[in-house]
């Protein structure tokens, strides 16, 4: 069978469900084909027998192709306009019987001995339901569709369930319009159906409507007496069929006969099988208090589920309204609480001095050269991004740690410093190409003059000063540089503002806090350089050769 408009998750749980069952191989020729062939094409497909079309509004003349094509070779067409149909325990095609909970509840996971044909798909639903409550439930139900020419008719089903040793009596519901409930006349009339069929054909109540009317399906428009209801509904019962006087008569109907069979002993009820349990619908559950989900991401930061989004629980209308800035916003993100305004301060001049270096740094340098290649704005940012860390930037968050390991240890400069170079590890912070002792940096006076003028206390940098005060003994050129700077201040910032425990500022100097306020700076300036060169329309990148020493 091949269907159309049947999502691959329903799939999925339909093919889970059947495996719990463990039922037996299903035949060649009931094997669904899950794919979204058009309904000519499967046909054509030798190992396809029967092609279940559920689209509404196919144009009658392709149905009649279709139609034509299946008939001439021995194919069967479900629908159009169908939702499908089941056989019960081993696979449904399309949405009928609905979910998982109304199988089981119709008793469709396993083979009964009623075999059920109807126009309607909303009423086959309606009526696995009811054939469950008094029968042991039906071996095969479908659903023909109620497009004005189907591909199979109410009597091509009823023929193919009388050859079918399980199915041991026959339920139709037919509706008004069309001629199709005839043809299962003339075969109740001809003997080709030996088994019980009880049948209704609705739409009775469309006589009370002075003119005409249309119902639900294209279908069913009666075109005269002979196709209305009760025309229809006469004709079955005088062919022998079992024919109640309402539909609310119909369940008692096919109780009678059901039982009637069973008494005759030509029916040995189905012996019932517990299915398995159906997992219950995971929002269900949680909403009953069931069940909690697992997590699978924590956020402490920030939350968008209300009115507005918050930022470590700040309402954003409120960080307009009271004018906060990029370090309050910063303070929120990165240390979930609202520091003193010199602190967020601070961090803002720490960013302004760090976005840019010029264009001759590794990182812009990257940034340049990537964009003159014509890569776009993120490719370009994040090849200069890549350059940072021990010589590049990340020597902010070295200098905190060992500015802060020799304090908090007690080391006089010249331990600290001596105590460096057996390990050979250079001081972080300290030295710098260009500047030396007579041509400080400026930007590192501007953070010392700040620190001075706003800090509470400004311990660890009066200890990076004294180390570079050691330094310079060694050479010109050894002198405190910005990553020392911001390392030690930022050391400053938290010890002194009394907002963070000894246990909290290690943590942030661990992960590497210092070192994300260098990249979130350094990324303006690298953004910059991107736009410039392609603002300046710059070719594509070639190093000189003279700029190159070859040997060999």
């Not at 905190?400 to 001081?427: C, S």
Request: glycine share 10%.
């Amino acid at each position: 069978m091949v269907f159309r408009n049947f999502s691959l998750d329903k799939r999925k749980l339909l093919f889970q469900f059947i495996l719990q069952l463990k039922l037996p191989a299903m035949r060649t020729q009931q094997l669904m084909y899950l794919s979204t062939l058009h309904p000519s094409g499967a046909l054509k497909q030798p190992t396809i027998r029967v092609v279940a079309i559920i689209a509404e509004g196919v144009p009658e003349s392709d149905a009649k192709q279709l139609i034509s094509y299946a008939r001439a070779n021995n194919k069967v067409i479900i629908g159009p306009a169908t939702v499908g149909g089941i056989q019960a325990g081993a696979f449904k095609i399309g949405d009928t019987a609905g979910t998982i909970d109304n199988i089981i509840q119709c008793k469709l996971y396993r083979p009964g001995s009623v075999g059920f044909v109807s126009k309607s798909g909303g009423m086959s639903n309606e009526l696995y339901n009811t054939i469950a409550r008094v029968t042991d439930g039906i071996y095969e139900g479908i659903a023909i569709g109620g497009d004005v020419f189907p591909g199979s008719t109410l009597s091509d089903h009823i023929l193919r369930f009388n050859n079918i040793p399980q199915v041991k009596m026959m339920v139709v519901l037919g509706e008004l319009g069309g001629k199709d409930e005839y043809s299962l006349v003339e075969a109740l009339k001809q003997g080709k159906v030996q088994k019980p069929v009880v049948a209704w054909v609705s739409g009775t109540c469309a006589r009370l409507f002075k003119s005409e009317v249309q119902f639900g399906h294209a279908g069913a428009k009666s075109g005269g007496e002979l196709e209305s209801a009760q025309a229809k509904n006469q004709a079955l019962r005088e062919a022998g069929a079992i024919v109640p006087t309402s539909y609310e008569a119909l369940e008692s109907a096919i109780k009678e006969t059901f039982d009637k069979l069973a008494e005759e002993g030509k029916i040995s009820p189905v012996t019932e099988i517990t299915p398995p349990p159906i997992p219950e619908d995971l929002k269900t559950a949680i909403k009953s208090g069931k069940v909690r989900a697992p997590t699978h991401i924590i956020s402490t930061i920030s939350d968008d589920r209300g009115e507005e989004p918050c930022y470590a629980g700040v309402p954003m209308s409120t960080i307009i309204e009271q004018g906060y800035g990029v370090g309050d916003v910063i303070s929120l993100l990165w240390f979930k609480r609202s520091l003193p305004r010199y602190c967020t301060q601070f961090i803002e001049i720490c960013i302004m001095l760090c976005a840019d270096h010029g264009p001759c740094v590794s990182g812009a340098h990257n940034s340049i050269v990537t964009a003159r290649a014509g890569k776009d704005l993120v490719s370009s940012l994040v090849s200069g991004l890549l350059t940072i860390g021990p010589r590049f930037g990340g020597a902010i968050d070295d200098a905190a740690r060992y500015f802060k390991d020799a304090y908090d240890r007690g080391l006089t400069p010249y331990e600290f410093v001596e105590g460096m170079k057996k390990k050979g590890i250079r001081v972080p912070g300290i030295g710098h190409r260009i500047k030396s002792r007579d041509n400080r940096d400026k930007r590192v006076q501007l953070l010392q003059k700040y620190a001075h003028t706003h800090f509470p206390s400004v311990k660890y940098m009066e200890y990076a000063v004294q180390v570079e005060t050691y330094t310079l003994s060694k050479a010109n050129n050894l002198v405190m540089n910005v990553d020392g700077a911001i390392g030690s201040l930022f050391l400053d910032l938290l010890s002194g503002s009394g907002m963070f425990t000894k246990q909290e500022i290690d943590e942030i100097v661990e992960i590497g806090y210092l070192n994300g306020l260098f990249v979130l700076a350094r990324s303006i300036g690298l953004i910059g350089h991107t736009f410039d060169q392609k603002r300046l329309k710059q070719p594509l990148y070639r190093h000189p050769w003279e700029d190159v020493l070859y040997t060999k």
